[in-house]
């Protein structure tokens, strides 16, 4: 007669071991498995949700939520170097978090930063910083961030001026952004707007250090306009005699030109008879 | 004879509720079930019959002590092989007809292939549900369902029957047929044990019973030596004598028209009550001895504990 | 077999229940809806069709196991069907173990059925019977078996509707696991971190089953994974049934 105790604790022993040796194996499965690398990033799936629209249903009102899970994911999934196409979807993936909680500000910002800096992907920057500004009109760092990648990254000085002109639209926008604006069209080459904004600037300047810039600006506009009526007159001459002319004065001589201009100081400017070009007598910047 | 079944010291205590509150249901039973016999199960409600079932079952753990069957513990589930268990209500599954249920349970028992047929179709010929057998159990009525359950109770052909309120809710034919196939099964040397209320049957066919009252078992032993056979009182009902003539020698219990019923204490006053009987010149219609009942025996350990 | 025995009956009953045609149904729905929506997409419509019709087959399949998985235990215990069945000589983790491979056929049979009409409507565009989606439906089955054996587990000890929260717990854990890792990697060495590792190691990882993006985008698997998947996905179930049949050892049937 086989006592009671002795099968039921052979039995529950079994079990426990059972028990003990499936766990065990499955957490060394589980550690073989990461170890496979696999085509697809955990949490990637969001690359092919095929846009933000979509999602906004799917989350059933967490909307706000869900942009904040998926910016935290697209931190670190940005943050990841191993993961050499992390960019190919860079403007998807935020346009999604856009999408979904429009008035989050820092996806904007960050996004539009990884662009430049890491991805190089200037087209994906404008794109959300657009984005940022179309859903955000009163924050006037969307575009004053384009206008700055324009100005200084891409070089698209009408671009970048027409981001200036934009930011300085809304309210609380800075007043250095008048001035860029303003510096934008002096590169873009519309000197005679810029003098006019530049002189405007100066009339309005609150402070002695606002004049001073401003001053400095006209300078420069004023310089290269009259370098460039100069270094006109002095090609047509070339055009007539065959070579420059020894001195600016010649040019008022032969009626090349009608008078010489002065710089904004009252001073001549410098003519090397070489080249034909003409030159301030000191930099703008350190009158 | 080996014992069907053997109950030593058999504890059971149920928690229950939130925060869990003891409380013990079996105290220690013990008792006995030989081979071949009838064993009757009694009890007030409540006392513990249906968890003494389950333990023998093995559909409970007891806490303390040993539930043996045919020398198995009741915890493995060998010990069931030879077993056939009718329940009080029928738990069966109502999708399946009774011939799915019973070739289910067939194969339960592990029954080779050609047996299970043959033993199938012989088993519902029995019980009677041959027509019924291939509509689904939830058409059938109580008195299909109790048949069903018989069924499934003996689909293994087991040594030992256990039948938890066999007799329960049927009318006096329906009681006097499972009667019947009890004493049946125990010509054909099952063993039998049954829980019932209705004291008239058990005392009709056990061969022993024992009473549970509050988880302890009160009386056991045959039937034979808990229920003596000594006289109570006597039952006697003349014609043609006035009740008053007896005077205290019995109890006048009714006049109808010229009879009288009385109930008369001791064998001496029945000689007397008779010689009367035939000095006046009256008729006796009946004598009945009333001898010590079941039922007198379990109310009176009832109320006692 | 008397575990044979038992699945016959679950699955016949799993059979009569409205619940799985209802949710067949949705999941045809599903998939033929892919097909609408399909038109209206700019570009690829073959890929929108793959990605709902594989989720159809993944969500409703999940609900199926749990919807029905938690009452299977429960029912028994509840119309006390499971005193007659206990009372012959059955081992406990038999029952169980029944139980389970009923449910399992009975979802194996929806899930073929799911996937034909899927594999019908992809056909119908492409002409071609792709192999790697009846990969990816293997090891979404391969995931519905583990959930069928966490419904039964928690159908052992619960009431159907608790049992359906805590299955549906795990699944949202299982999914979620990557979480956990990125956790750990930002996290300083110490007690603290060990405890997250040990957690991660031991909560169900029920990405490795999801080779859905991977095959709708035509990204490579690596065939490693297909062996350790498997394998992960058999020890974990075994794990889960274990702790099942431990649970409903001890149980008294009052």
């Known amino acids: ?287 | 004879m080996s014992d069907a079944i053997r109950i030593r010291d058999l504890r059971k205590n149920f928690r229950l509720g939130f925060i869990p509150k003891t409380r013990p249901v079996l105290k220690g039973i013990t008792f006995s079930v030989r081979e071949g016999e009838i064993f009757g199960y009694l009890g007030p409600n409540g006392a513990g019959k249906t968890t003494t079932i389950k333990c023998l079952l093995g559909l409970i753990r007891p806490d303390a002590g040993t539930v043996d069957i045919f020398g198995r513990s009741s915890l493995s589930p060998r010990s069931r092989e030879t077993l056939g268990f009718l329940p009080e209500n029928p738990y069966f599954y109502d999708y399946l007809t009774a011939r799915e249920f019973l070739a289910f349970t067939a194969d339960l028992f592990g029954l080779a292939r050609r047996d299970k047929a043959e033993r199938i179709a012989r088993l519902l010929k029995l019980v009677g549900l041959e027509r019924a057998a291939d509509l689904p159990l939830r058409k059938y009525s109580r008195g299909m369902l109790q048949r069903a359950g018989l069924a499934q109770a003996l689909i293994n052909d087991p040594k030992l029957v256990i039948l938890d309120e066999p007799l329960g809710g049927m009318d006096p034919l329906g009681r006097k047929e499972i009667r019947d196939i009890i004493v049946r099964f125990k010509d054909e040397g099952k063993t039998v044990f049954f829980t019932s209320h209705i004291l008239q049957d058990i005392e009709m066919i056990c061969d022993r019973v024992a009473i549970i009252v509050g988880g302890r078992i009160v009386r056991e032993g045959a039937l034979r030596d808990l229920v003596s056979e000594k006289v109570l009182f006597t039952e006697v009902t003349v014609s043609g004598i006035a009740a008053e003539v007896f005077g205290d020698l019995g109890e006048s219990l009714s006049v109808q028209g010229d009879r009288v019923l009385l109930r008369v204490f001791g064998e001496a006053k029945v000689d007397e009550v008779l010689d009367l009987v035939r000095d006046r010149r009256g008729r006796l219609v009946s004598l009945s001895p009333r001898t010590e009942t079941l039922e007198d025996i379990f109310v009176e350990t009832v109320t006692r504990t | 077999m008397k575990i044979a025995a038992i699945a016959g009956i679950t699955f016949k009953e799993a059979k009569r229940d409205r619940v799985l045609y209802l949710l067949f149904f949705f999941a045809a729905l599903g998939i033929v809806a892919a097909r609408v929506l399909a038109v209206l997409t700019v570009g690829d419509r073959i890929k929108i069709i793959k990605d709902v019709g594989l989720a159809s087959i993944s969500l409703f399949g999940v609900l199926m196991a749990i919807l029905i998985g938690t009452g299977l235990v429960y029912k028994e215990i509840d119309k006390k069907t499971i005193f007659t069945l206990l009372a012959k000589p059955l081992h406990r983790a038999e029952f169980i173990l029944g139980k389970f491979l009923g449910l399992v056929l009975t979802l194996c049979v929806m899930t073929l059925a799911m996937t034909l009409i899927f594999l019908a409507i992809v056909y119908a565009h492409t002409l071609r019977i792709e192999t790697p989606l009846l990969v990816a439906v293997g090891f979404i089955f391969l995931e519905l078996v583990l959930i069928t054996a966490v419904a039964v587990l928690f159908s052992c000890f619960s009431t159907p509707i608790l049992s359906s929260l805590f299955t549906l717990a795990f699944y949202l854990i299982g999914h979620l696991s990557w979480g956990l890792e990125l956790i750990i990697r930002k996290m300083r060495p110490g007690a603290g971190r060990t405890l997250v590792r040990g957690l991660y190691a031991f909560l169900p990882d029920l990405e490795n089953f999801n080779f859905k993006t991977e095959v709708v985008h035509g990204l490579p698997i690596p065939a490693g994974i297909y062996l350790s998947s498997f394998l992960y996905g058999v020890c974990y179930t075994a794990f889960i049934l274990g702790l099942a049949v431990l649970v409903f050892r001890r149980r008294d049937f009052i």
């Open chain 1, 1 to 287: 007669m086989k006592t009671p105790l002795f099968r039921k604790g052979s039995a529950a022993a079994l079990l426990v071991a059972f028990l003990l040796a499936s766990a065990g194996a499955f957490v060394a499965l589980k550690a073989a498995t990461d170890r496979i690398v696999r085509g697809k990033q955990p949490g990637a799936s969001i690359i092919y949700v095929p846009s933000g629209k979509f999602l906004k249903y799917a989350t059933f009102g967490y909307r706000a939520l869900a942009a904040d899970l998926l910016y935290l994911w697209a931190i670190q999934y940005y943050s990841t170097p191993t993961i050499d196409d992390r960019f190919d979807h860079l403007d998807h993936i935020f346009a999604i978090i856009n999408e979904l909680d429009p008035r989050f500000q820092d996806p904007y910002e960050v996004g539009a930063l990884i662009a430049v800096q890491e991805a190089r992907d200037l087209r994906a920057a404008f794109a959300i910083l657009d984005r940022g500004a179309a859903n955000n009109p009163d924050q006037w760092v969307y575009p004053f961030n384009a206008g700055h990648v324009a100005l200084m990254t891409v070089k698209d000085y009408p671009l970048a001026e027409k981001y200036f002109e934009q930011t300085m639209k809304i309210p609380g926008a800075p007043d250095f952004v008048e001035r860029l604006r303003a510096n934008a069209m002096f590169k873009k080459g519309d000197l005679e707007t810029s003098w006019q904004t530049w002189l405007d600037i100066y009339k309005r300047a609150p402070d002695e250090r606002t004049k001073r810039i401003a001053s400095n600006h006209l300078y420069n506009v004023k310089a290269t306009i009259d370098g460039k009526a100069l270094e006109a007159a002095a090609a047509k001459y070339r055009d007539r005699f065959g070579r420059f002319p020894a001195d600016l004065e010649t040019l008022v001589r032969t009626g090349f030109a009608s008078e010489l201009p002065k710089d904004l100081d009252g001073n001549d400017y410098l003519y090397d008879a070489a080249t034909g070009k003409a030159r301030t007598v000191t930099s703008p910047w350190k009158r």
